[in-house]
């Protein structure tokens, strides 16, 4: 049974898997990792193999911790991959987006593939029909636009998402929503369109926090998946077990 440990600059996300099977998912505060590490493996004493993604430098306190009660593989730039990485420079490749696409390689493997993470940025991971990961794009996701136009303008304000938006916004609250759902989809859709003329039956999937607001949105024939990061930093902890 394994433990994901993905680590974020505010919260962590916790899994439990058993194999390839999502079992449960939980957030925590990185304050309080350590009594729901407790809870978790009082829930599931079999957890014996743990994972560990982080976007924070120093995770030792919590690496401590895992290494106390499971055999721990820390994600780095060295960890080994099931996939060709073809990245220019992979020891700047985020964590998140190196999860991304193991879990495209486990369940696309044969497949040219794109894969859309909306959270706080927007990636574009892309892996071919050869198993191998090109790259792709970043892009300011949705709470970043928001927040762009108010920092960055005299007198617009800062307003929260609402997804209920006319395309021609009738006022400013709502022409920002319209500039920001609306840009964004489009942007979205004109990738995929981009990526469809250069790659023959491509699979598009999207994930991250802002799935469910743009996936309403984009009007090309996409995969909706929220677990994808999870399930892939599980398929990189079975992978390295039998390394």
Same mark, same amino acid.
């Given at each position: 049974?394994?433990?994901?440990?993905?680590?974020?600059?505010?919260?962590?996300?916790?899994?439990? /898997?058993?194999?390839?099977?999502?079992? &449960? +998912?939980?957030? +925590? %505060?990185?304050?309080?990792?350590?009594?729901?590490?407790?809870?978790?493996?009082?829930?599931?004493?079999?957890? =014996?193999? %743990?994972?560990?993604? %982080?976007?924070?430098?120093? #995770?030792?306190?919590?690496?401590?911790?895992?290494?106390? &009660?499971?055999?721990?593989?820390?994600?780095?730039?060295?960890?080994?991959?099931?996939?060709?990485? *073809?990245?220019?420079?992979?020891?700047?490749?985020?964590?998140?987006?190196?999860?991304?696409?193991?879990?495209? +390689?486990?369940? /696309?493997?044969?497949?040219? !593939? @794109?894969?859309?993470? =909306?959270?706080?940025?927007?990636?574009?991971?892309?892996?071919?029909? =050869? *198993?191998?990961?090109?790259?792709?794009?970043? +892009?300011?996701?949705?709470?970043?636009?928001?927040?762009?136009?108010?920092?960055? #303008?005299?007198?617009?304000?800062?307003?929260? !998402?609402?997804? *209920?938006?006319?395309?021609?916004?009738?006022?400013?609250?709502?022409?920002?929503? $319209?500039?920001?759902?609306?840009?964004?989809?489009? &942007?979205?859709?004109?990738?995929?369109?981009?990526?469809?003329?250069?790659?023959?039956?491509? #699979?598009?999937? @999207? #994930?991250?926090?802002?799935?469910?607001?743009?996936?309403?949105?984009?009007?090309? $024939?996409?995969? =909706?998946?929220?677990?994808?990061?999870? &399930?892939?930093? *599980?398929?990189?902890?079975?992978?390295?077990?039998?390394?």
């Amino acid at each position: 049974m394994n433990l994901i440990v993905d680590v974020g600059n505010s919260s962590v996300k916790l899994a439990v /898997f058993q194999d390839y099977k999502l079992l &449960e +998912s939980y957030t +925590s %505060s990185i304050e309080k990792f350590f009594e729901k590490f407790q809870e978790i493996k009082k829930d599931y004493p079999q957890i =014996a193999f %743990s994972i560990l993604s %982080s976007v924070i430098k120093d #995770t030792s306190e919590l690496e401590i911790i895992l290494e106390k &009660e499971t055999k721990l593989f820390v994600l780095n730039e060295s960890t080994k991959l099931p996939f060709k990485n *073809n990245y220019a420079s992979p020891q700047t490749l985020g964590k998140d987006r190196l999860a991304l696409v193991a879990a495209g +390689s486990l369940k /696309f493997q044969n497949k040219n !593939l @794109l894969i859309i993470d =909306a959270g706080t940025c927007i990636t574009f991971d892309f892996k071919n029909n =050869a *198993n191998e990961y090109l790259g792709g794009a970043i +892009s300011p996701g949705l709470q970043m636009r928001l927040k762009a136009l108010n920092h960055f #303008t005299a007198k617009l304000p800062l307003i929260d !998402l609402d997804e *209920n938006v006319p395309l021609i916004g009738d006022s400013t609250q709502n022409s920002i929503l $319209s500039g920001v759902l609306n840009g964004a989809s489009a &942007e979205l859709d004109g990738i995929i369109d981009r990526y469809k003329a250069d790659y023959k039956y491509l #699979t598009v999937i @999207l #994930t991250g926090g802002d799935t469910q607001i743009l996936s309403k949105r984009v009007k090309n $024939s996409i995969f =909706a998946n929220p677990n994808f990061l999870l &399930e892939g930093l *599980n398929y990189i902890l079975e992978f390295n077990k039998t390394q």
